[in-house]
């Protein structure tokens, strides 16, 4: 019999393991052995305080210092509360984090970093300092892996990976995944960077989609195949890498293309992704691509007021319709 | 401290003021506490640093291009620290000269061949001035001011994880005790007690702007008290008071006492690097940049050693003049070297 799980249990089971597998995995962050998220709750009852350590609010600081411990052999795993403070601590993780062991030429130099950004984006009234999605900022930065899960199976396979790569890893935990349910096998599995998921198969539009845009999608999808027009919905899964192979699959059967994503159109991930298919692929595509993202404003404060801002499905049902013709 | 009574007839109201004390040492004993070859070593250090810096003149006069700040006049400073290492521990240092290079066991050649950019350097190249060595426990040199003051309290995170009895020293600026930077690691380091010694070279000026004008308290080791670390001020061109001081640091840090912040008084006797041609008259009064090169760091030592019998004036000049030939040994290595090949760049971003 198949187990579900959440996606916050799918997480604490794949820190628990790397912990137990590797005694120089540790945590940081704010409160984390209560854990607003629910997922690293308790584990200093197994782990012990010292290896589950409460952060003052510095962000910037003790990523640096998580930075430093990595260098000399350690393996933190460090959580942001809110993935909008990345961009408090960019500094430490796009001048420091991903530039150090090119800085130093490579050799013994290395940062194996992950950085739990949770809390991500938008859908629980949180204003504009804690709703953002900003993956966009991070993908354009050399030395920064971007995961960045939409399932519970995803989130512990990446997850374990993720704190097993010797490079810094951004690993994106939307605030409406916590609570979803998946199948999860007991069994000890992990997930490699760059390769997408196929969520739904179609032939008349390759929508890509990925964390809880990728739900939204799905559920447009239905309501799309009941006019006939089938999707087939790509999650890559890791922003970078970037499993390109499996979207130009999908493009060369349906030839058009819809990005969806909750961050902000402008400046997205969306133009990044048609931009490497305009520049690699364009014979195959026959309408123009499309990309559906948050409008050019920042988030409102209430959970009413955001609803207009970042997709809906009936956004991302009207943005397919405009590509069929 | 109880501060909350809830009611009665007093009120009480807590003001801070700075308490510095000051403690007197007899510099015979001092110099008496360390090791013939320690001394030595320290001294050829001081005179290698200075040749190494004139060496980075000449060539920047020749017209090659290297990221320098020149430490003339400040090279007690971290030749006094690194001195007081072992070659296990780490320091994270900055962008003032390369006192500290030389100290924690850097070779000019592989140096200047990596400040030239050739693939000779102990960076291969890529990283120039942002160069480190991971086998000296050199890790790492930001470019960014500051930034690398939390990560050094890191290193020391992760010496207490991994059980180590390690040390990192942590090299910066006046300038750089301004940043938020600064403020976290030192909160960090000392929440959790970590094997760190904040060293600071307070030269009064940040490029052309004077820490008066920038800097909220005369003495930048006045900070330590906001941080509850152990906080000292002593004389940054005297490298016995500096030998004593980092060496006291050390040993708390690997008895698990924690960070120590140690503020040393110097000068640079030249501009903050090479385009800055007003140092002297212009943003910085002449009387004043005299009177600290009086206070020879090279010379104090000299007259400590001639005293114990360690040097003469014809050691001295033995010693100078082999500093002058390895410079040049140097110079001769990095420009004859090569510099990387064009796909090389393109490595390194990932580690396997």
Redesign the interface.
Known sequence: MDREITFAVALREAISEEMRRDK?V?LLGEDIRYSVWGVTGGLNKEFGD?RV?H??I?E???I???????????KPIVELMYSDFLILAA??VI??AAK???????????V?LTIRAAGAGTGTGSGLHHSQSVEATFIHY??L?IVIPSTPYDAKGLLKTAIRD??PVIFFEHKLLYGKRGVVPKEEYTIPFGKAAIRRKGKDITVVSWSYACHKVLEAAERLSQENIEIEVIDPRTLFPFDKETLFQSIKKTNRLVIVEDGVKRGGVGSEIAGIVAEEIIAEIDAPIKRVGAKDVPIPGSRYGEKFIVPSVEDIVKACKEVIF | MKVCFHGGSEIEIFRIKEKIDKVKYSRDDLVSKISPEKLLFMYKNMIRTRAFDNKLKAMLNKGFSISEHSTLGQEAGPIGACGALEPSD?I?PYHRGWAWAIGKGMDPKYLLAELLGKRT???????AA???S??LGI??R???QS?H??????????????GKNNV?IVFFGDGASNN??FH??L??AS??KLPVIFFCENNSYALFSSAKDTTSVANIGSRAVGYDMEGYIIDGNDIISIYHTTSKAIARARAGEGPTLIETKTYRWDGHNAIDKIHYGGYRPKEEVDSWKEKCPIRLLEKDLININLLDKVKIEEIKLKAEKEMDIAEKFAVESEYPAKEEYL??????
């Open positions: 120089n540790f010292d350590l952060t003052p510095s910037n600081g003790f640096s210092a998580a930075i430093g411990a990595a260098l000399i052999g350690t500094d430490s001048n420091e150090y062991r090119y800085m130093c030429g490579g050799g013994k130099f290395k194996p050399p030395g892996k010797n490079n | 780490y994270m350097g102990y960076c291969k190249g890529k990283a942002h160069l480190g991971y086998e890790l790492g930001s470019g960014v930034a003051i939390p990560i050094g309290t890191g290193v020391g995170l992760g010496i207490k994880r991994l990192c938020g930077n976290e690691g909160n960090l929440i959790w490595t390194d971003v990932f580690a396997c």
